[in-house]
């Protein structure tokens, strides 16, 4: 197999794990079933993989990295920081069937379980409060927000709406996407100093 044929043969293992992993859960997910979703050998998954929770940690990692991508292209926009915070709020909004936010829900509960994925889900969690505390202190030095503890403020909001898209994503009806992005737009608001509307 060439080098080529072999990343083009890890990318379609990722996409075809994540789909397992959605509809199965990270607990539930086998080799073999992503082997046979994927229409290979699970001698094919171990050669890539290794191990299963090195397979279960690189496809959380391939799923939430598609999510930073669109993070990292607000983040490299020339837009000012109030245009760039609208549009991570929009971003963190679980829309139409939450698979991302399925992926980060089951990610956060097996990573009590596996080390490997643990330090995955971590480390991404990491980066997009790192991004937003940047947001934020963008936001502080041109004078748009203000707030005394942008990381500090970056942790808040980001509670909220993980607590929220969690009861988005998982009970049916007991929030609204509605609500959510009101109660999160109220939060942040109050923390950068700002009129909600702004955030509209």
């Not at 991302?100 to 643990?118: C, K, N, V, Y």
Request: aromatic share 8%; glycine share 4%; charged share 25%.
């Amino acid at each position: 197999m060439t080098r080529r044929a072999a990343e083009i043969r890890l990318d379609a293992l990722l996409r075809t794990a994540c789909d397992v992993i959605v509809e199965r859960g990270l607990a539930n997910t086998r080799t073999a079933d992503v082997a046979q979703a994927a229409g290979v050998s699970q001698a094919l998954v171990f050669y890539h993989f290794a191990t299963k929770d090195r397979l279960l940690a690189e496809a959380f990692a391939y799923a939430v990295e598609q999510d930073l991508a669109r993070l990292d292209a607000v983040l490299r926009s020339s837009a000012p920081p109030l245009a760039k915070l609208r549009r991570l709020v929009r971003l963190y909004t679980p829309a139409g069937r939450p698979t991302s936010w399925a992926m980060w829900i089951d990610g956060w509960a097996e990573s009590l379980r596996t080390p490997e994925l643990e330090k995955t889900s971590r480390r991404l969690d990491l980066r997009w409060r790192q991004d937003l505390a940047t947001v934020i202190a963008d936001g502080v030095a041109d004078h748009t927000f203000e707030c005394a503890d942008p990381p500090g403020a970056a942790w808040r909001i980001s509670a909220v709406m993980d607590g929220l898209a969690v009861q988005l994503a998982v009970h049916d009806r007991v929030i609204s996407r509605r609500q959510f992005t009101e109660w999160v737009r109220l939060v942040t608001a109050r923390e950068l100093g700002l009129d909600p509307a702004q955030l509209d």
